[in-house]
């Protein structure tokens, strides 16, 4: 082998490997971003269907809260499963698919997003015209989606979470 193939060759120094880290990081977040936007979306649907409904009902908190994690749920694995049912995948799959991708990321969700409509003075108790509703609820719901993005990327970059269903798309 020659001199200068040997230093084609030649594993690159670390400075070299930079913007390849940069571009891997980048594309990391950028990934992560989407998923925790997705799940945020399911979430929000959900959120606000259990708020509006537990408002409107004028149920107890706690009975809002349920509702509210529970529709959170459904509507977050379904904004997920539907992809996946129109390309052919049978109901169970698809679920499995959706509980392994989202269950993460919408828990994490759920607990700083309902947790602050609790401690956020008269927030649950306000009714649908009040803008202290509407503002709690959104702020509660970006919050949510601050806190569950580390949560994201951290499972996507190990190949699980969000990562899954992107591999089924």
Do not use: Y
């Not at 108790?125 to 709690?136: E, K, Q």
């Amino acid at each position: 082998m020659s001199h200068a193939q040997h230093d084609k060759e030649a594993p690159r120094s670390r400075d070299e490997h930079a913007p390849e880290r940069q571009q891997d990081t980048a594309s990391l977040n950028h990934v992560a971003v989407v998923a925790t936007l997705h799940c945020l979306s399911g979430c929000a649907i959900g959120e606000v269907a259990g708020m509006v409904l537990g408002t409107m009902l004028a149920w107890h908190n706690m009975t809002t809260v349920v509702v509210s994690i529970l529709l959170s749920f459904v509507t977050g694995f379904s904004l997920t499963m539907l992809p996946l049912l129109r390309n052919g995948f049978a109901f169970p799959s698809a679920a499995r698919v959706a509980f392994a991708s989202d269950t993460a990321s919408i828990t994490t969700m759920e607990i700083v997003d309902n947790l602050l409509m609790l401690v956020i003075p008269g927030a649950m108790t306000a009714t649908l015209s009040a803008p202290r509703f509407w503002w709690s609820l959104a702020l509660s719901l970006a919050l949510g989606g601050v806190a569950a993005f580390p949560v994201n990327r951290w499972l996507i970059a190990r190949g699980r979470g969000h990562a899954l269903a992107h591999g089924h798309h």
